[in-house]
């Protein structure tokens, strides 16, 4: 089974850039992308339903053209839920919850800690339920990979420029912390996995900057797995030579 997760922020503008038509040529078996800004209803009737998928949205519901998921796949689930239960954070649209066979499969896309103290409070707080909402359905017995835009890079091998993104949401302690206990609960984070020391392999870059030319960017798109599905790993890849979005789409390949 391949999986490809992307932030295409914003997906009618990643449509225009030829994202939507490298998706469709690659054709994995389920593609998860987050920060779509958009309703279904403003989407065109091939990316709304494109041939051979079943497609999942939600978007944001009280500001538009923000935040919003979406996930397209060839396996029908056999239920899909949406957000986390608790109107506050469902309102932005940030969660679709499919249920597998053999795991459910979690596309999100986390708050950004920016613009003051208020958000990085409804950042840290969503981070803290999302971690109960996986919780409870390992106590049911689903095995989970959850993949999206975390918005927090966890070390410093993880950003280019750590020292100068120490006080910066993203990399601040609380936020790093908060994957620390995430992987202490279990949860493997693939790419780090495999891959333990390997530095420059990044997920974002600032548009404004030019950073991407330069590779100064921030790894915090994530694939994490539950312990139990980790020998079912063939491999995990970020696809950093793709454009169409100021982040680059990420793989994982599982038997």
């Given at each position: 089974?391949?999986?490809?997760?992307?932030?295409?922020?914003?997906?009618?503008?990643?449509?225009?850039?030829?994202?939507?038509?490298?998706?469709?040529?690659?054709s994995?078996?389920?593609?998860?992308?987050?920060?779509?800004?958009?309703?279904?209803?403003q989407l065109e009737e091939g990316v709304r339903n494109p041939a051979g998928y079943h497609s999942y949205l939600d978007h944001s519901k009280g500001r538009k053209g923000y935040s919003g998921v979406a996930v397209y796949t060839k396996i029908k689930p056999e239920k899909v839920?949406?957000?986390?239960?608790?109107?506050?954070?469902?309102?932005?649209?940030?969660?679709?919850?499919?249920?597998?066979?053999?795991?459910?499969?979690?596309?999100?896309?986390?708050?950004?800690?920016g613009g003051g103290p208020d958000r990085?409070?409804?950042?840290?707080?969503?981070?803290?339920?999302?971690?109960?909402?996986?919780?409870?359905?390992?106590?049911?017995?689903?095995?989970?990979?959850?993949?999206?835009?975390?918005?927090?890079?966890?070390?410093?091998?993880?950003?280019?420029?750590?020292?100068?993104n120490e006080n910066n949401t993203g990399f601040l302690p609380v936020e790093r912390k908060w994957i620390d206990e995430l992987m202490s609960h279990g949860y493997v984070d693939v790419f780090r996995?495999?891959?333990?020391?390997?530095?420059?392999?990044?997920?974002?870059?600032?548009?404004?900057?030019?950073a991407r030319e330069r590779n100064v960017g921030w790894r915090i798109d994530y694939f994490f797995i539950s312990p139990g599905l980790l020998n079912k790993v063939d491999k995990m890849r970020i696809l950093d030579e793709i454009l169409g979005s100021d982040h680059c789409p990420i793989e994982l390949d599982m038997r």
């Open positions: 089974m391949r999986i490809i997760c992307w932030n295409v922020n914003g997906l009618r503008a990643n449509v225009k850039k030829g994202g939507f038509d490298w998706f469709l040529n690659e994995p078996d389920i593609f998860c992308i987050q920060e779509t800004k958009v309703q279904s209803e839920e949406y957000g986390l239960g608790i109107e506050k954070y469902d309102q932005e649209g940030r969660l679709l919850a499919l249920f597998f066979k053999d795991f459910v499969l979690l596309n999100i896309y986390f708050p950004n800690g990085l409070k409804f950042k840290l707080e969503f981070y803290n339920e999302f971690l109960s909402y996986i919780d409870e359905l390992r106590k049911k017995g689903h095995e989970i990979v959850f993949c999206g835009d975390v918005n927090t890079a966890h070390t410093e091998i993880d950003l280019a420029r750590p020292k100068e996995h495999f891959y333990p020391g390997v530095k420059d392999r990044y997920t974002y870059w600032d548009m404004k900057t030019f």
